[in-house]
Structures are given as structure tokens and as C-alpha cells.
């Protein structure tokens, strides 16, 4: 599934670099290079807002962002050595990577379920619910990612015949669904949002109505062999800041959502409609949850050829301590 040819196009034409710097003050840092879905996500933004708030730096960390279109491409970053840590990973794709030999470790759940997912139709869409998907196209991100297993998942659910269309980024996939170019549209908040708020849209359901991945950990932080063995204390420091960050964030969420607000320019109460798609126990680092479950899927949907074996499953799980 990831030959090197196509390692060497992800990285070359999909990933972008860029980096949460804070100048002079980054000096003497030590710098981690970080892998995530592209976009301003309440999920993939916590570390910048982890950097920008100061408190990375007062752990002696400095973190570089490059951006991926999410799927196979963060954990294709981790395996090339182009990155330390993939921010987010499908869990698929990780499983998909290890089983091919890939020298990754999982070491946190990222997040639990897909609650945070939703998939939408024109305003003027006949399509009313799940029960109105038989024989109509749904659009996905990429292969390899948490949004083709729910779909996979929802075929075998409903068991309707169901077109998936990998669409590429979300901008794409609201264009694709806009033209009936498909009937369903997929995005995560803040994408789409603003359409939502003015009506253009509906929202059918969240990837929390496909029951067998609601408690799997769809999206997991993998980190490569050779990074943690080297400095295993280091991403263990920069994991538990984060997680304290996104506490704080929580506990604070009038000021997070207002951070959330500005950072993608909608109005507080487009801001507050997209937070409910994240429930804090959902984004927890910490133990895998279904991993198990995960396995079965990876085997069912191809992903890996077969289960792994007992002795596999503790070679690719290194979950280190978030508090």
C-alpha cells in the first residue's frame, strides 16, 4: 500500500513545512518535528496554541509543523524520517505502516470515536438520513484515514451499497458536494461550518453513528523508533505539556472559544456549535481504546493481510505517561 515512490510524492508535493517559532527565544530549545492534518481543528491546533500560550517553551521544547491532507501521509512522514511524531494518525494507516515493517510506535490515543467527524448534504438534498444512502456517494479524505474506516464501516452497518470517493482536502470535498459531484459531503469543525450556520448545508449524522468504531481509538500519536529511543523523555515531556494545555483549554473554554473564534474567523456562536463536536473524554492521551476491534477492521477493510499477532501488538504499542 506505501511503496517508496509514493513516500517520495507525499513528501515532495502534499506536505508543507512550517513552524510555531518564537525567534531568539527558540534558542536552546529542543526542537520536536510534528506531523498533522493541515487546517486550524480544535484538535490539531493544542500544540500551537500549547506554544503560543508559552508553555512549550517553559518545558525547553520547540515544535515544527508540517502539514499533511491526514490519511496515509502523517504516518508516511514518522516512517521517512521527514518528522518525530505523527500528530493525529489513523489507526489504520499505523497498523498498515508497522505490519509493512515500518519502524513506528503508537504512543497515545488521540482521539476516541469519530464524534468530532460529520457528513452533509446540500440544503436542497432529497436525503433526509442514514436511511436514505442506498445506492448515493459519500466522500472521504484519503485513504488510510479515519473517515474511510467509518465509511467502510457504515457499508457494513447498513448494508447498503454506498460509493466512497476519496475527495482529497475538505475545501475539495464542500466543492465536490456543492456540485453533486457526490451526495454527501465529509468535514471536521471549523470546516463547513459557516455553510452549516447559514443554512447551505445540513448535517446527516456524525461518525459516532457507526457503532463499532464509537469507542476505538480512531486517531492515535505515533512517534518513530529511532526518535523515542533517543528521546523518550523529551516526548514524553512534550506530550504531557501538551495534554496540560488542552486541560487548561477546558476548563477555560470561554477563552478557548474565543481563541478558536479568531484563529479561524467565525463568530462565537459558529465557534461554540463547532466545539460540541469535541468532548473532552474523547481527547484524552493515554491507552488505546479497542485496539483490538481496530485489528479486526484493519484485517477486514485490507488494510494488513492479517491479524497481529500478541507479540506484534505489544512491538507497536509505547504509550507514555500524559500526566
Not at 489504520?92 to 482521539?111: C, D
Not at 444512502?133 to 484519503?142: P, V, W
Not at 453513528?209 to 512517534?223: C, E, G, L, P, T
Amino acid at each position: 500500500m506505501f511503496s517508496q515512490k509514493y513516500i517520495v510524492a507525499t513528501l515532495t508535493a502534499a506536505i508543507t513545512a512550517v513552524g510555531w517559532s518564537h525567534g531568539a527565544a527558540a534558542q536552546g530549545l529542543q526542537k520536536i518535528r510534528i506531523a498533522a492534518v493541515g487546517g486550524n481543528s480544535w484538535t490539531t491546533a493544542q500544540p500551537g496554541w500549547c506554544a503560543d500560550r508559552g508553555e512549550l517553551a517553559k518545558a525547553g521544547i520547540e515544535v515544527e509543523l508540517t502539514k499533511t491532507r491526514g490519511g496515509s501521509e502523517t504516518v508516511q512522514a514518522v516512517v521517512s524520517g521527514a518528522v518525530d511524531i505523527g500528530w493525529g494518525a489513523g489507526i489504520n494507516a499505523s497498523l498498515s505502516a508497522f505490519a509493512q515493517g515500518g519502524k513506528i510506535k503508537i504512543i497515545s490515543s488521540y482521539f476516541i470515536g469519530n464524534a468530532d467527524s460529520f457528513y452533509y448534504v446540500p440544503a436542497d438534498s432529497p436525503i433526509k438520513s442514514i436511511d436514505d444512502l442506498n445506492g448515493k456517494s459519500i466522500a472521504f479524505s484519503r485513504p488510510g484515514s479515519a473517515s474511510e474506516t467509518v465509511l467502510r464501516d457504515l457499508i457494513t452497518q447498513t448494508g447498503f451499497n454506498i460509493k466512497s470517493v476519496a475527495g482529497g482536502s475538505l475545501d475539495a470535498i464542500f466543492t465536490m458536494t456543492m456540485t453533486k459531484q457526490v451526495d454527501v459531503g465529509y468535514a471536521f469543525p471549523p470546516a463547513a461550518m459557516d455553510a452549516w450556520d447559514k443554512g447551505e448545508i445540513r448535517v446527516l449524522f456524525n461518525g459516532d453513528a457507526v457503532k463499532s468504531q464509537a469507542n476505538v481509538s480512531s486517531r492515535v500519536n505515533i512517534a518513530s523508533d529511532s526518535f523515542l529511543n533517543n528521546n523518550r523523555e523529551l516526548a514524553t515531556k512534550f506530550l504531557q505539556t501538551v495534554q496540560s494545555c488542552m486541560d487548561w483549554m477546558y476548563k477555560n473554554m470561554d477563552q478557548g472559544k474565543k481563541m478558536f473564534a479568531e484563529m479561524n474567523s467565525l463568530d462565537l456562536a459558529v465557534a461554540e456549535k463547532a466545539l460540541a463536536f469535541y468532548p473532552e473524554d474523547k481527547l484524552q492521551f493515554g491507552p488505546i481504546s479497542g485496539l483490538d476491534q481496530a485489528v479486526a477492521d484493519a484485517v477486514k477493510d485490507k488494510f494488513i493481510n492479517e491479524p497481529l499477532t500478541e507479540q506484534q501488538k505489544k512491538d507497536i504499542i509505547d504509550i507514555l505517561p500524559n500526566r
